[in-house]
Structure formats: structure tokens, C-alpha cells
């Protein structure tokens, strides 16, 4: 239906400035030769249909860049539709198929028209949404997330990470974790596996956090590409909202936000993943469990920088061959509640300001 459609708005747009400077052009050379002194009326017309063929002239006439012309200057689009049925409601009624008031209607209870806005608001986005050169790719790969109107003042918050699960060594840390009451945040590498998926459930149940970190942790694929990456990450995040129904919205890039591969793409991937509603963290404490640390090496490491931060986000790992992390977590959670800083553990939430690099 072409009335009330995202492609008649457009076009209504369009021809409102195009009649306006028209009815202007008119109004000018009417007055003046209607009265001579009238000069001042006839400057602030001619003011305003210099300016507003500037503006469509330098739009080359495209609604997009006439609408963000419109934006910059404070001038909402439908002041344009009012001015051009006050102006001239013969042409609006010809364009739009919309009539004006009947003769027993009185002319003070009728006012015009607005523009008509489609249900699925796509008009407001083609306003306020960005473009992207990748908007085609996996339409539905959004969050729900809305950034808060401020962020919690977590002063003295430990949040504990874990990249890489599920893996053998999930059952153990979750044992753990419940032991102590310790919440904690997953950036989960899944995999098509009933085990795998049922650690997503169990995770989210026992009051975790979940967030996609990869599916194939393979770097020279994952940042070969925005595509690649955003593939990648996909496949990640349909199998956690597919098990769970639950949408993650926190993500964490393979090797941190800033690594030897995703230089090329990086700042790409942050604008559209941002453009798409998600949001990454990366790390101000690290275990050093992927360097192969032993215990007294992510013990002592840990309690030191974490005493040496406002609030920490320790990294962790989750994954086969990680043995060292389990034999020290609970070591590492027992010193940290003892600590007489009185630390609050927590999961990211949507009020916690992110670290990243």
C-alpha cells in the first residue's frame, strides 16, 4: 500500500520542499507588485526560499540528505507538511488524497494533517538509524540492550571471567562458585553438543552471566573480515539463544579488543557490533592461566593487581588444559572475600561501565 508507506513519506518529503520554494517564488512576486512597501516581507521571503533551495540543491533533492540537512538545522520535517497546507491545501490535498475540513466543519477545529508514520517506525529509523554497510547480514543478530542512564559506581567489585566454555573443567568451577556464593560472567565458546549446551542452562540458572566470546577462536578467520567476524559470531549466539532463550548482549573479542589480528577490522566491528546493540568488555586483571601459569604465579598475580585497581575484571579461562585455573580459583575467591577491602562480587550487568582497551 503506497499511503502511509515508507517510499510516500519519502516522496512527500520531497515534493513539499519542491512546492514550498515554488509557493515562495510565487509569494515574492505577488507582493511586490501588489505593494512597494512592503520590502520587509518581501526580504524575509525571499530569505527563506533562497534557503530553502540551498538546502535542496545541496541535497541533490535525496530524502536521506535532505532529512539529515533538516536534523542538523532543528527543523522537524512535518513543520514542512504544516506549512505546505497552510500555504497551499489545494496542492496537499492533490498529493496526499487527504482532504481539509468540510464547510460545517469549523476551520479553528481543523489542523493539518501529520505526515503518516508507518507502525514499524521505519521512517524514525531511516532518520535516526545509521547506515551500514553490513545492515543485510543476519537481521535478527540483535540485543535488547539500551545503555543505562548512568553507570553504578562498582568501586570495589570483583567481577570474575571466564573465556572459552564450556569445557571439562565447568563442572568443577561451578561447584566452586556456588560454594562461595560467587556469581560470575562467561563469555562462552559453545559448541553443537548436548553437554555443551546444557552448561549454557545450568550457567544462566545458577544466576551467571552469559557472553559470546567465539566459535572457532581460530583469530586468522575470525578478523579476516567484518563478515567473517560477524559469521562467526552468529553461529555463537544462536546457539545460546536456541538452548536458553536467552539473548546475550556482552561479547568478548578473541585474544581482548585489541590483538595482533583484528587491527585491520577493528574499529568496523566495534561500530557495527555498537550499531547492533552489543557490548564488550575486556580485562584489567589477568591470571595469566593461558600463559600456562602455574599456582603461586596466578595467586600472587591476581591479589596484587587487584589490589592495585578501583574494580576488578579478572580474566579467566575456561577450557581443556586449563587444570592450573581450577586448582586456584577457590584459593583465589577465599582470599579475596577474607580481604579486609570487603570486595563485592558481581556479574557485569547492564550498569557496569566497561573496561576496554
Not at 479553528?108 to 521505519?122: C, K, L, R, T
Not at 552448561?199 to 577462536?217: K, R, Y
Not at 578478523?223 to 548482549?249: I, M
Request: aromatic share 12%; with cysteine.
Amino acid at each position: 500500500m503506497y499511503l502511509g508507506s515508507v517510499r510516500f513519506f519519502k516522496h512527500l518529503i520531497v515534493t513539499v520542499v519542491i512546492l514550498i520554494i515554488a509557493g515562495l517564488s510565487s509569494a515574492v512576486v505577488m507582493l511586490a507588485f501588489s505593494n512597494h512597501d512592503k520590502s520587509e516581507e518581501i526580504e524575509r521571503l525571499q530569505f527563506d526560499k533562497n534557503t530553502l533551495q540551498a538546502l535542496y540543491n545541496h541535497s541533490g533533492g535525496e530524502i536521506n540528505e535532505i532529512l539529515k540537512i533538516l536534523d542538523a538545522l532543528g527543523i522537524d520535517p512535518r513543520d514542512l507538511v504544516n506549512t505546505m497546507y497552510e500555504t497551499n491545501p489545494a496542492a496537499f490535498d492533490d498529493i496526499t488524497g487527504i482532504s481539509g475540513p468540510s464547510d460545517t466543519q469549523a476551520a479553528d477545529e481543523f489542523s493539518a494533517p501529520p505526515i503518516p508514520v508507518p507502525n514499524d517506525i521505519e521512517s524514525e529509523e531511516i532518520i535516526k538509524k545509521p547506515e551500514s554497510p553490513y545492515a543485510e547480514l543476519y537481521p535478527h543478530l540483535y540485543s535488547d540492550y539500551t545503555p543505562p542512564p548512568s553507570y553504578i559506581d562498582d568501586t570495589g567489585y570483583i567481577y570474575l571471567t571466564f573465556d572459552d566454555g564450556p569445557s571439562v573443567y565447568t563442572t568443577d568451577i561451578l561447584r566452586y562458585l556456588n560454594k562461595h556464593s560467587v556469581p560470575a560472567t562467561f563469555f562462552v565458546m559453545p559448541d553443537d553438543t548436548e553437554n555443551s549446551k546444557n552448561f549454557l542452562n545450568t550457567m544462566l540458572d545458577a544466576g551467571h552471566e552469559i557472553g559470546v566470546h567465539c566459535m572457532s577462536h581460530v583469530y586468522t578467520d575470525i578478523y579476516a573480515s567484518v563478515e567473517a567476524y560477524l559469521e562467526d559470531f552468529n553461529q555463537a549466539f544462536n546457539l545460546v539463544y536456541e538452548q536458553t532463550g536467552y539473548k546475550p548482549y556482552l561479547f568478548r573479542f578473541p585474544g581482548g579488543s585489541k590483538n595482533d589480528y583484528n587491527g585491520a577490522v577493528r574499529d568496523d566491528i566495534i561500530a557495527e557490533m555498537t550499531r547492533r546493540g552489543f557490548v564488550y568488555y575486556d580485562w584489567n586483571v589477568d591470571s595469566r592461566d593461558a600463559m600456562d601459569a602455574n599456582w603461586t604465579q596466578m595467586y600472587n598475580t591476581v591479589l596484587s593487581e587487584v589490589a592495585n585497581v578501583p574494580r576488578a575484571v579478572i580474566l579467566f579461562h575456561d577450557r581443556p588444559g586449563g587444570y592450573n585455573t581450577v586448582t586456584v580459583i577457590e584459593d583465589i575467591i577465599k582470599a579475596l572475600l577474607d580481604d579486609p577491602a570487603g570486595y563485592t562480587f558481581s556479574t557485569i550487568t547492564r550498569e557496569t561501565n566497561p573496561i576496554q582497551f
